[in-house]
């Protein structure tokens, strides 16, 4: 199984910017699929969570700007982020969980700027 992100980059204070994330190489089916983020200097932290059939889940600092969503027949999770500020400057990574053989997996990560 391989994940792989696209969409990060660099944008202004205020813009926005979408990842997703295809998780290939497997016929199964994800159960959790989401996004982590690591900025310079910090622990990496979840940024949000959606399984496939139940609630998603958002850190706090990014409750009301950033939307989670997947297409299960597709595998991909996406990362919609609006109102975007400095602070959600870091590396994210996208990462699934395969019940099938019970492991989580993570992408190589994408590195979203934001400049004040």
């Known amino acids: 199984v391989q994940l792989q992100a696209s969409g990060g980059g660099l944008v202004q204070a205020g813009g926005s910017l979408r990842l997703s994330c295809a998780a290939t190489?497997?016929?199964?089916?994800?159960?959790?699929m989401g996004w982590y983020r690591q900025a310079p200097g910090k622990q990496r932290e979840l940024v949000a969570v959606?399984?496939?059939?139940?609630?998603?889940n958002y850190a706090d600092s990014v409750k009301g700007r950033f939307t989670i969503s997947r297409d299960n027949a597709k595998n991909t999770v996406y990362l919609q982020m609006n109102s975007l500020k400095p602070e959600d400057t870091a590396v994210y990574y996208c990462?699934?969980?395969?019940?099938?053989?019970?492991?989580?997996?993570w992408g190589k990560g994408t590195l979203v700027t934001v400049s004040s």
């Open positions: 190489g497997t016929i199964y089916r994800a159960n959790k």
């Open positions: 959606v399984p496939s059939g139940g609630m998603t």
């Open positions: 990462y699934a969980y395969f019940p099938v053989n019970g492991r989580d997996y």
